[in-house]
T-cell receptor
Framework: ETGVTQSPTHLIKTRGQQVTLRCSSQSGHNTVSWYQQALGQGPQFIFQYYREEENGRGNFPPRFSGLQFPNYSSELNVNALELDDSALYLC?????????????FGPGTRLTVT | DQQVKQNSPSLSVQEGRISILNCDYTNSMFDYFLWYKKYPAEGPTFLISISSIKDKNEDGRFTVFLNKSAKHLSLHIVPSQPGDSAVYFCAASAYTGGGNKLTFGTGTQLKVEL
């Protein structure tokens, strides 16, 4: 139990629609990252937020966006969904002053785009 | 471009024996390496890490070895236990100031048999 929760667990959307995924982490975890894990692949970094500002981004287009809130919750928004967006989306938080690279992952949201 | 590679998708080991999981990387900027373990329906959990200034780090039954010249690291589990059966991800980090971006391999499914 990492204390990081994600909602919803599963989601089915249609191509072209928009989706919002949510994550709630623990007190003191001031950094949150989002990852996309396609079937048979490792998690791929989407972006990271620190103190409510984006401070790192992977190779994902601008239709992937996020928000981080003062209450240690965050959102991942994806616009204009494509079939290839079908994946497990993981959120991971990092404790302020914690060991480098040690992130606490939620169980993920399984997104299916049809 | 797969910067972190785990070439063995699966590994089967008998209980009590040693499990050796391997990982190769290509990016010379990586200076910190981690192993994460993932059970079904759960997010990855941090297992052990190593800085590039070291060649070995040990934590109980788990030891990570780093060979910088070969750009290779390995995770040794001794003795292996049935509860170790999981997917193991190798991950790497390059310090960029944004600090926490992890690049993951595709994972190795370890099965420890009785």
């Amino acid at each position: 139990e990492t204390g990081v929760t994600q909602s919803p667990t599963h989601l089915i959307k249609t191509r072209g629609q928009q989706v919002t995924l949510r994550c709630s982490s623990q007190s003191g975890h001031n950094t949150v990252s989002w990852y996309q894990q396609a079937l048979g692949q490792g998690p791929q970094f989407i972006f990271q937020y620190y103190r409510e500002e984006e401070n790192g981004r992977g190779n994902f287009p601008p239709r992937f966006s996020g928000l981080q809130f003062p209450n240690y919750s965050s959102e991942l928004n994806v616009n204009a969904l494509e079939l290839d967006d079908s994946a497990l989306y993981l959120c991971a938080s990092k404790l302020a002053g914690g060991r480098r690279g040690e992130q606490y992952f939620g169980p993920g949201t399984r997104l299916t785009v049809t | 471009d797969q910067q972190v590679k785990q070439n063995s998708p699966s590994l089967s080991v008998q209980e009590g024996r040693i499990s050796i999981l391997n990982c190769d990387y290509t990016n010379s900027m990586f200076d910190y390496f981690l192993w994460y373990k993932k059970y079904p329906a759960e997010g990855p959990t941090f297992l052990i890490s190593i800085s590039s200034i070291k060649d070995k780090n040990e934590d109980g039954r788990f030891t990570v070895f780093l060979n910088k010249s070969a750009k290779h690291l390995s995770l040794h589990i001794v003795p292996s236990q049935p509860g170790d059966s999981a997917v193991y991800f190798c991950a790497a980090s390059a310090y960029t100031g944004g600090g926490n971006k992890l690049t993951f391999g595709t994972g190795t499914q370890l099965k420890v048999e009785l």
